[in-house]
């Protein structure tokens, strides 16, 4: 084996002393010749403990591993060893490929030309002093950081049609719905609703139709088309539909 001479100084861990002893003796990093490795990794640092005792741990520590990793080879049919091997060469690839990446990173940063100047003086106060609303100053500091707007207070104007609107009996739209289909004039659900109503008036007449299909006395079916079954009576019940009222 040959015997190589190095300097610690010149490595910037075990790893990089590892991939330039495969380098040196021309392995294949996918397939290295790991007995042979550990050979000369221990080697050189058993020559550098003797121009320099206080070698870096962490060549030491790499150096106590390889060893362990050469126990376990030595024994047939080890998968610890396999494994210990498998997970060094990986090591090693990647190490590889962070070198040459930061190889043509460093490259490409030596082409360019980098200035540096002082900083400009300040011309005048740098106090902010011009009148300006706070409350404005506030909401373009909102804007700034990226938040949605402040909610304004909601009016009082607002709140009206909600509290004045009129109360609207569902015992009402019961017998509106029933009268329709008496008459014929009323087939499909969707004739119940219009747009044109008010949102108390549509809820009640919803709020009736739950009632008479619950009750038995229509039926919907997938189309939508209102059955209504004559043969039943309204059920006596101790709150009637009557004192049921929807409010928008």
Same mark, same amino acid.
């Given at each position: 084996?040959?015997?190589?001479?190095?300097?610690? *100084?010149?490595?910037?861990?075990?790893?990089?002393?590892?991939?330039?002893? /495969?380098?040196?003796?021309?392995?294949? &990093?996918?397939?290295?010749?790991?007995?042979?490795?550990?050979? !000369?990794?221990? @080697?050189?640092?058993?020559? #550098?403990? !003797?121009?320099?005792?206080?070698?870096?741990?962490?060549?030491?520590?790499?150096? @106590?591993?390889?060893?362990?990793?050469?126990?376990?080879?030595?024994?047939?049919? +080890?998968?610890?060893?396999?494994?210990?091997?498998?997970?060094?060469?990986?090591?090693?690839?990647?190490?590889?490929?962070?070198?040459?990446?930061?190889? @043509?990173?460093?490259?490409?940063?030596?082409?360019?030309?980098?200035?540096?100047?002082?900083?400009?003086?300040?011309?005048?106060?740098?106090?902010?002093?011009?009148?300006?609303?706070?409350?404005?100053? /506030? !909401? @373009?500091?909102?804007?700034?950081?990226?938040?949605?707007?402040?909610?304004?207070?909601? !009016?009082?104007?607002?709140?009206?049609?909600?509290?004045?609107?009129?109360?609207?009996?569902?015992?009402?739209?019961?017998?509106?719905?029933?009268?329709? &289909?008496?008459?014929? +004039?009323?087939?499909?659900?969707?004739?119940?609703?219009?747009?044109?109503?008010?949102? +108390?008036?549509?809820?009640?007449?919803?709020?009736?139709?739950?009632?008479?299909?619950?009750?038995?006395?229509?039926?919907?079916?997938?189309?939508?088309?209102?059955? #209504?079954?004559?043969?039943?009576?309204?059920?006596?019940?101790?709150?009637?539909?009557?004192?049921?009222?929807?409010? *928008?």
């Amino acid at each position: 084996m040959e015997t190589l001479t190095f300097h610690i *100084e010149d490595f910037e861990g075990p790893l990089d002393l590892l991939l330039h002893l /495969v380098g040196k003796n021309k392995m294949n &990093l996918y397939d290295i010749n790991i007995m042979e490795l550990i050979d !000369q990794y221990t @080697a050189a640092i058993a020559t #550098m403990q !003797q121009d320099r005792m206080e070698l870096s741990s962490e060549f030491i520590d790499m150096a @106590a591993h390889l060893v362990q990793m050469k126990s376990a080879l030595l024994l047939p049919r +080890s998968p610890e060893a396999e494994r210990m091997k498998a997970e060094l060469t990986g090591r090693l690839i990647e190490y590889s490929v962070c070198k040459k990446v930061a190889a @043509a990173l460093g490259s490409r940063a030596r082409d360019l030309y980098t200035a540096v100047r002082s900083p400009m003086p300040l011309e005048g106060a740098a106090e902010y002093s011009r009148p300006q609303d706070p409350d404005k100053l /506030v !909401q @373009a500091w909102f804007n700034l950081m990226g938040r949605s707007l402040r909610r304004k207070k909601p !009016q009082q104007e607002r709140f009206e049609p909600l509290v004045t609107a009129p109360f609207v009996s569902v015992a009402s739209r019961v017998a509106h719905v029933l009268r329709g &289909l008496l008459r014929g +004039s009323l087939h499909r659900m969707g004739q119940l609703f219009s747009r044109e109503e008010s949102r +108390s008036t549509n809820v009640a007449t919803f709020l009736a139709l739950l009632e008479l299909i619950r009750a038995g006395r229509i039926k919907v079916d997938d189309t939508g088309t209102l059955q #209504m079954d004559r043969t039943r009576r309204p059920r006596q019940r101790n709150k009637t539909a009557g004192e049921a009222t929807a409010h *928008e």
